[in-house]
Nanobody
Framework: QVELVESGGGLAQAGGSLRLSCAAS????????MGWFRQAPGKEREFVAA????????YVSESVKGRFTISRDSTKNTVYLQMNSLKPEDTAVYYC????????????????????WGQGTQVTVSS
């Protein structure tokens, strides 16, 4: 069983930066695809970024491309989301997700492709 715990959320001004962390406990997540999703009030959970289970290739959504970066530190069993040039529309609860799947696509774009989730961390960007 893997437990994911996010941290690093908070209040930022537009144009500012935050770094989210997702620490995994219970077992190593090496070999897991990891992702970040976000959900704003009244909206569906949406894909933000992912890192593949195979070669740690990274993927980000068009809405955050050039501003957000996902990375992992296997020695710390932690995944990060570096968020720069924040915009008010980035305001949401951000969730870390992990997939233990060993077959099929090496990373997931949809929430149902992940079987482990953190509790979420609030990010609020003021204008």
């Amino acid at each position: 069983q893997v437990e994911l715990v996010e941290s690093g959320g908070g209040l930022a001004q537009a144009g500012g930066s935050l770094r989210l962390s997702c620490a995994a406990s219970g077992r190593t997540f090496e070999g897991y695809a990891m992702g970040w999703f976000r959900q704003a009030p009244g909206k569906e959970r949406e894909f933000v970024a992912a890192i593949s289970r195979t070669d740690s290739s990274t993927y980000v959504s068009e809405s955050v491309k050039g501003r957000f970066t996902i990375s992992r530190d296997s020695t710390k069993n932690t995944v990060y989301l570096q968020m720069n040039s924040l915009k008010p529309e980035d305001t949401a609860v951000y969730y870390c997700a992990g997939s233990s799947a060993t077959e099929g696509p090496s990373w997931g774009y949809y929430p149902h492709e992940y079987n482990y989730w953190g509790q979420g961390t609030q990010v609020t960007v003021s204008s």
